[in-house]
Structure formats: structure tokens, C-alpha cells
């Protein structure tokens, strides 16, 4: 189920992006399942061990339900646009699920040369967990940050959405 709901998600995402860089061949695959367990397992290591990090989460898509609970009746082209629906992913303090991926703590930790949230895990990860790094570290700060990371990746979303146009 985990595998087919990942497939699945990239798939959708892959379809929608006109400019993706992702490819078909194997190597790239083996590519994004590896991002995906190291960032999966990075997430579960801060989780488990409590420390502050930047989580990557994304809600469960509410709409099938709602079409479900007001037993209203759609034709299969309907259903399936419903079914490729993701609600955009936001960066967290606390963990939670991941929807897309269907898995239950994620994060964004495997780039740190493309993304400032990955390099600053990495600086928790040394500072919290193998305590080999240290740095002045504000609760507050730390969610302020969290909330200009999505502000900046929101804005970012709509470049690229212009951009594509």
C-alpha cells in the first residue's frame, strides 16, 4: 500500500509539471525511492529522539470524503481528478503525516545544496543528535523560521506556476 500511494503521488506530480526533471528510467527511480528513505529516516530519528526539526507534512485530501458523505454521484472522470487531488505540503515543527507519500513522519533533509530547510536539519541533527556541532538555538526563532520557510516556498509555487504559463 506505502509503495503504490508513493507511486502514485509522483506519478500525479510528475503529470502536473511540465518542466520536471524527473525521467522514467530505472536509475532515476532508484534515485527518488533512496530521497525518500533518507528523508523518512532522518525524520524518524529526530522524531524518536525528540529533538527540534523541520518536518515536511502534507494533509489528507478531504474532498473524496466530503463527495462520499453527501452521496453525491460522479462519472469516472470526475472521481479519478478527484483521487489525483494534493493538498500542497508545508514545513512543520512538529511531525505528522505525509499523505502523498502516506508516511507518517517526513522531512526535507536530503539537498541541503538546494534547499536552506534541508542544510538546517542537517545543523540540528549535529547540534541535537551527535551533539558534535553547536550553535545558539531560540525555540521562537526556530519556529519563525519554519513559518518564512513556507511563506518563501508558497511564493516559490507561484513563480513557478507563472513561469510555466
Not at 519554519?146 to 506556476?161: D, G, H, I, L, P
Request: overall charge neutral; glycine content about 2%.
Amino acid at each position: 500500500m506505502r509503495n503504490a500511494s508513493k507511486r502514485k503521488y509522483w506519478d500525479t506530480k510528475e503529470k502536473y509539471d511540465p518542466k520536471s526533471f524527473h525521467g522514467n528510467s530505472k536509475s532515476e527511480k532508484i534515485v527518488q525511492e533512496l530521497m525518500v528513505l533518507y528523508n523518512t529516516v532522518l525524520a524518524e530519528i529526530a522524531k524518536d529522539a525528540n529533538i527540534p526539526y523541520i518536518y515536511r507534512t502534507q494533509e489528507k485530501e478531504y474532498i473524496s470524503d466530503l463527495v462520499d458523505e453527501l452521496n453525491l454521484t460522479l462519472d469516472d472522470y470526475n472521481r479519478k481528478m478527484i483521487s489525483e487531488i494534493y493538498l500542497p505540503s508545508k514545513y512543520s515543527t512538529t511531525p505528522a503525516l505525509h499523505s502523498g507519500l502516506n508516511i507518517p513522519a517526513y522531512s526535507h533533509s536530503v539537498a541541503p545544496m538546494r534547499r536552506y530547510p534541508d542544510a538546517y536539519n542537517q545543523y540540528l541533527l549535529h547540534k541535537f543528535y551527535f551533539k558534535d556541532k553547536d550553535f545558539v538555538f531560540d525555540d521562537q526563532r526556530f519556529e519563525d523560521l519554519v513559518t518564512y520557510f513556507n511563506q518563501r516556498n508558497s511564493e516559490m509555487e507561484f513563480m513557478k506556476a507563472d513561469y510555466n504559463r
